[in-house]
């Protein structure tokens, strides 16, 4: 395969899922790193598309996409909910951030819990569920996300103490957690601080990813729930600082 056909089906697939990374374009055309660089190269010109650290993202054009365009069925992401709400006891009290994988474990969840969330996505998928508690974090309603945003939703963060913190991942590399927005960043590392245990859920295509704003470090993170074995570089971080890792196909 030539790499203008490479890019025509890159391209295809960015517009599908928002971003691709290197390792997924070397694993899906069989091709070098030097290769798969020289092609993110090349995407990285086409108009809408930004070339970031291990990979590239859509840029303006991804804020027209819909939430429920962004939120596609995908069953390795509702077998990982699946697999994160086993670990909400009774009586837990849990952060859930935003993002497509957390709103499915709100789906999944039947645990007798209380709740607190900044997505109105979550809250939709636990209403009719009594026993569970809903706390609904205050602040800017964030369209693109629909979630709720800003310094009143941290200042609001800060009064709660919770069992475990579900954080949203948008990007994870060597830098930990990093996100394209200045608040939900923020967000994520104020419901890590208020929280026992932190437990990111990500699928393999967030691995050497990376984002502008810094968000939880290594340090602030407990637990990674993912499909298959990470990159080695992710894998020396998470025994460099302890974290515990929770393989889907280990568990099936």
């Known amino acids: 395969m030539t790499q203008e056909e490479r ?48 990979g590239a993202i859509l840029n303006e054009s991804q804020i027209h996409r819909s939430f429920s365009q962004r939120n596609e069925p995908n069953p390795t992401k509702q077998k990982l909910a699946v697999l994160a709400a086993s670990l909400i006891k009774p009586s837990d009290t849990v952060f859930l951030d935003a993002g497509t994988t957390n709103m499915l474990l709100a789906q999944q969840l039947e645990t007798e819990s209380t709740i607190i969330t900044n997505s109105l996505e979550s809250v939709n998928a636990l209403m009719g569920k009594k026993q569970i508690r809903k706390c609904v974090l205050g602040g800017e309603f964030d369209e693109f996300s629909h979630t709720i945003l800003g310094n009143t939703t ?77 990159p080695k570089n992710i894998l020396e971080k998470l025994e460099q600082y302890d974290v515990e890792l929770i393989l889907l196909n280990e568990n099936k």
């Open 7 to 54: 890019l025509i089906e890159l391209e295809s697939y960015l517009r599908e899922h928002g971003k691709v990374t290197l390792e997924f374009i070397c694993e899906r055309f069989d091709i070098s790193y030097d290769s798969a660089r020289r092609d993110l190269v090349k995407l990285g010109t086409i108009p809408g598309i930004l070339r970031i650290r291990g």
């Open 154 to 230: 941290v200042e609001q963060i800060g009064k709660y103490r919770a069992n475990l913190a579900f954080i949203g991942v948008s990007a994870l590399s060597d830098a930990g957690i990093t996100a394209d927005n200045e608040n939900d960043a923020t967000l994520k590392r104020a419901m890590a601080e208020q929280s026992a245990k932190v437990i990111l859920v990500a699928t393999s295509n967030k691995f050497n990813t990376q984002l502008p704003y810094q968000s939880c470090r290594w340090q602030d993170i407990d637990c990674l729930i993912t499909a298959d074995t990470p």
